[in-house]
Each structure stands twice: as C-alpha cells, then as structure tokens.
C-alpha cells in the first residue's frame, strides 16, 4: 500500500502521543506507593513490532530510550506464535537492557491476526525488590547480587489472567510486598490501557495504515534532529566530570566525554572514564545512554518528540569495563549519581562548542534516603523514599532555577503531608538555603534544607554527592560556585555526624538534615543588576552580607529603595 499521506500521519502521531500521557496518568492515578503517585519516578510510552520508541511521556527522563533497550529482549525471549493479546511481560535485569533493579518494566503486545504490531509499556521505581538494604539500591553493593530480584523477560500474564505463582515469588522475597503488588497492577492496567486505544485506531485507520503512520512519523523525528544538529556548525569538545568517590570511599572518579558534530549526527565518546567501581555507582549502559539522549536533545531540540528518531542521529562509545558500561556483575543500583554527572558533563562539553548553550554547573547529587520503618497504623514494614534536588546553573540570560532535580531526574520531593501519613516521619523543615546559590551576574538556583525527624525506629540508606568543595557546582564566565551539598546526623542524645553516604540505624528522636548545593553563577557579580540584588535579599535569597561584600551593593542605597532597613539588613 502507499504511505498515509500527512495529515492522517499527523493525526496518528498525535493519538499515540495522547496514548502514551493517558497511560502515565492512569498509573500515577491508580499505583499504590508516593514513589511512583506522588514523585512521578515513572514513564509509559507505545512501540513498534519491533521495539523502537514511538511515543513517551514527558515525565523521567533518565527513561529516555530505556524501555527500548529492554524490549528487544522481551521480544527474543518468545516464540513470536505465543503471543496474544492477553499476555503481559516483565523485566528488570540491568544487563538485560534496564536501568537497575527498582525499575520493573512491564509491555504488552497489540495483535492483529496472530501479529504483533505494536508493544504498550511502562516503566516503574519501586520501593523495594530485595537485597542488602531497605529500599534495595546501595552506595557500598560491591555486585549485582546485593541488589535484589534480577527478572528476566517473563511472563506475567497470559490470555488475561495474572501468573500469581510469580507474583507471589516476587512478594515473598522484598520488603513491602503489598505495595510493590499493588504498584504492578496498576501498571498492568496502564498498559493495558495502551493496547485498547491502539485497537481503537487500528479500527479507524487499519492496521498497515497505522504502521506505516508510526515508521514515517519516526522518520520524521529523525530528520527533525538531524536538521537541527545540520544548523550548528561542527566541532568537537571534551569535558571531565567527577564523583566525589566509588561509595566505598576511593579517591574521586572521573567521567571524560567527548563530543563531535559532524554534518548531521552526533558523537559521543567516554574513553577515558574510570575503570567500573567495587560500589554501587556505576551506570548500566542504558542509563548512561539514557543521559547521552537527554543532553543531546537538550541541545538541539528539546521542544522535538520524545521517540527512537533522536538515537538514530547519535553514535555512542561506551568502553566497556568502564564505569559507564562495567562488565557483569557490577553493581549499578545508584547508577543516577553518575548519569547525573555524565549529563552535567555533557552539558559543559557542548557549551564550549556552543557559547549561547553554556550553563554553569547545577547540583547532580541526588540527596536520597530509603529506609525500613514500621507503618503508623498498621505496624508492617514499609519503606520511605525521598530526593531532594538542588540549584541549577545560572546561563548567559537568567538565573538557574531553585531546589528542583536537574536534568534526567524531574523526580518531584516526598509532600510532607504523604509522609506523616504513611510513615513514622515528621518532616520538621523544608527551605531554600540563603547563599547557596552561586553569585554572578546572574545567580546560581538555590539548594534546599530538609529535615527528618524519625518518631519510630528506623533503618536506611542515605547519601549524596558534591560534598566536596572542588566538586561544588561549578561557576562560568566569572561566576562563583554554589555550595557543597551535606548531611548531618542528630541524634537525640545530642551526639552529631557529618556523613556523605551512610546505612544508619535510627531511634525515636534522631534527625537526619539533608542540604543540597546550589546551582553555579554566570559572569561577574559585581555586573548583577541592582534590583535583582535588591529583591533577592528581600525574598530572602541573599544575606545583606553578601549583598554588600559579593554583589557590592550600596546597602544605604538600598535602604533608600525599599524605605525600611529591616528589610534588607538580612542575617
């Protein structure tokens, strides 16, 4: 038959578009755990018959290409003549295409006359799936077998109904089995979801008029991306990036990139990155490719479609034995510390190639805690999960954003209303830190202050990165760096600890206090605009001191403006 011409393509295009936000909204609606409901640590989307993204949510995207690197496996792993559309598979294993662990993918088929022509899929953070700590990941895992339940494609469901034999083997060896239970059911029904509003457009438009809608729509994301690197001139450029240490307490790791745009695809190299870790954070190479997609999009067209068109313009290098590509069975269970890092670090690469495009250095430490506690009400084991993110980098026309998770997290912080009701933890504090964002001509995003008081016993994981001075998000143009991220400690005994990344047993009183960096400056402070000082120190951004020593401002002057001195004396 003759491709669909562009209108009926469009409108496809747009239906699974529609398809894939229609599920994502149906799984945070009906899952069970403030991971996936409340923080949006999720992503569903709709595939060909063969695996390849054709539409995703605009939620996480350190899930950017993921689920199509799990697929493929899926799909080997049947006889393509037992498939019906009454089945549902499931994964999870990082060396079979997935990110780590937590994250349990789930697809399934749309088929058509014994032929599958599409895939519906999801892919879920969740609470726990076993292993040595509460919550499963694990800064100090020194292999994949510390980190829990490793699924291969299997089968979940057949003919409609759920395989309860695996269920239950699932629940019998995590933490919270009930919520991880209710968490994959509504993935189940999200996907379903997917297959009836795929059906309804097969009804409308047929079946190969959908196909090719969904082969000529991903070729035209393809010369979308393409079209935008062409506008750029070429170049190359290298970046180093670092993490404060391996989780067992090694010297710092480095992650080396290198760029290159040639004509109209894009390079990306790591040689030159550490060795794979004996800790947890090392990345799967999906999760490092993950972020590789993300920075180039970001780059060239971040407004473009979230589908398989953007990889077929990139050409990855991810040395293998690397920390960016480790050989099995290297733990990988904090693998978004260094996916994180590696975005921050591809960043700054093209920002030298591309001077407009440069931002200073945001907080990539991802600020986490997982923890066993006993439910308020019930008394069962349930585990607390929090992120907190921090300042992002100011650029060449503004300010960088405050307290938000920078580019592949979009995870959203535990609402402190969730957490009092569902755990045994008051949330005593929640605040933008005054200076911690880096001065410039335009300032740093500010980090936040969180504080947890346990009212129960407690037993977790807790961690972040760039508590290091030198790893501090860096400042650009002449702009300073934001501060270093830290926790602390406070028991109720009245006995403090400074910890970077820690499993801590916790008492009835003890507090744990989590600051996340600020973002780093752009240009010379001194250049600020005066009633852009002004107005951060009356929204309490800045201190009057920094007002006056870093920005210089003329705090008589001030006083002037704003008619009263209480105002802008600060701190």
């Known amino acids: 038959m003759s491709s669909p011409d562009a209108i009926t393509v469009a409108v496809i295009s747009s239906a699974l578009k529609a398809t894939s936000s229609e599920m994502s909204e149906a799984l945070r609606r009906s899952s069970h755990s403030p991971i996936i409901r409340e923080m949006l640590d999720y992503s569903c989307a709709v595939f060909t018959a063969d695996g390849e993204t054709v539409s995703q949510d605009d939620l996480i995207p350190a899930f950017l290409g993921a689920m199509a690197s799990t697929l493929p496996w899926v799909i080997d792993s049947v006889d393509p003549g037992d498939i019906s559309e009454g089945d549902a598979f499931m994964a999870n294993d990082p060396y079979m295409g997935n990110t780590h662990t937590p994250d349990i993918q ?16 999801n892919i879920a953070h969740h609470s726990d799936v076993g292993g040595t700590n509460p919550g499963t990941e694990g800064f100090a895992n020194e292999s994949i077998f510390e980190e829990g339940l490793r699924i291969p494609p299997i089968r979940l469901m057949r003919n409609g109904e759920v395989n ?18 209710g968490d994959l059911r509504a993935q189940l029904a999200a996907a379903r979801l997917g297959q009836r509003r795929i059906n309804d457009l097969i009804e409308r438009y047929g079946v190969e008029t959908t196909i090719e809608a969904m082969k000529t729509s991903l070729d035209q994301s393809e010369a979308r991306i393409r079209a935008a ?15 404060d240490d391996d989780g067992l307490g090694s010297d710092p790791v480095k992650i080396a990139v290198s760029v290159e745009v040639a004509g109209d695809t894009v390079k990306v190299d790591l040689t030159g990155t550490d060795d794979q870790m004996a800790g947890g954070l090392n990345m799967s190479d999906t999760a490092a490719r993950a972020a590789i997609i993300f920075a180039v999009k970001a780059v060239f067209d971040p407004s473009g479609p979230h589908d398989g068109g953007v990889k077929r313009a990139v050409d990855i290098h991810l040395p293998k034995g690397s920390m960016a590509n480790p050989e099995f069975p290297a733990a990988v269970s904090l693998r978004h510390l260094g996916v994180l890092r590696l975005a921050d670090t591809l960043i700054h690469a093209f920002g030298k190639l591309y001077p407009d495009l440069a931002t200073a250095g945001s907080f990539v ?11 308020p009400r019930v008394g069962t084991e349930v585990i607390i999960q929090d992120d907190l993110g921090g300042g992002m980098g100011a650029h060449s026309t503004g300010d960088g954003l405050d307290a938000v998770d920078i580019h592949l997290g979009n995870v959203q912080q535990l609402p402190a209303e969730i957490c009092e009701l569902q755990y045994p933890v008051r949330i005593a504090a929640t605040e933008l830190v005054p200076d911690s964002g880096g001065p410039g001509e335009f300032r740093g995003g500010l980090g936040m202050r969180r504080v947890y008081e346990f009212l129960d016993d407690g037993d977790g994981v807790f961690y972040s990165e760039q508590t290091r001075d030198q790893f501090a998000p860096a400042g650009l143009m002449g702009g300073e760096p934001g501060t270093a991220a830290s926790l602390v400690v406070e028991r109720a005994n009245g006995k403090v600890e400074t910890i970077s990344k820690a499993r801590l047993q916790l008492a009835p ?33 800045i201190t009057a001191r920094a007002a006056q020593d870093t920005y210089g401002l003329d705090m008589l002057s001030a ?3 704003t008619g009263s001195q209480s105002e802008v004396s600060g701190p």
């Open 164 to 181: 309860d034999d695996v269920l239950n083997l699932i629940k019998n060896n995590i933490r919270d089995p009930e919520s991880t239970a």
């Open 106 to 121: 789930i697809h399934v088929p749309v088929v058509h006359d014994g032929k599958v022509i599409a895939w519906c899929g």
């Open 365 to 375: 430490g991802f600020s986490s805690m997982a923890a066993s506690v006993r439910h």
């Open 509 to 541: 009183g003890d507090r744990v206090i989590t600051t996340t960096s600020g973002g780093g400056g752009f240009g010379d402070p001194r250049r600020r605009e005066r009633s852009a000082v002004i107005r951060d120190l009356e929204e309490g951004k």
């Open 559 to 561: 006083e002037a403006k």
């Open 229 to 243: 690197i062409s506008e750029r001139e070429d170049g190359t450029a290298q970046a180093e990036g670092w993490l």
